[in-house]
């Protein structure tokens, strides 16, 4: 017998390791024991984040990452559909 909510917990626990390791920067703890990161940013370029434990931080970086995937750019869609388009010879 398959327990479905385990099954979902592992889905879950997949996809936020995939996020955390399309995470560009490091994630560190610095001598006042909080923990730190970038984010990406378009305006300064990247933005630093500190939380209390990594945890908390890790969590950041993936509701960032999460936010990108589901709110693509018109360049990314465009370059998605071109190539989609190639792919099928039209």
């Known amino acids: 017998m398959i327990d479905m909510s385990y099954v979902q917990e592992q889905i879950e626990m997949n996809k936020r390791k995939e996020l955390l390791e399309k995470h560009p920067y490091e994630i560190w703890e610095g001598k006042d024991g909080k923990w730190y990161t970038y984010i990406p940013s378009n305006e300064k370029g990247r933005t630093l984040k500190k939380r209390t434990t990594r945890e908390s931080l890790e ?13 693509p750019t018109i360049k990314e869609v465009f370059e998605e559909w071109n190539d989609r388009r190639l792919k099928l010879g039209t």
């Open 59 to 71: 969590w950041v970086v993936v509701d960032y990452w999460k936010g990108e995937a589901e709110n």
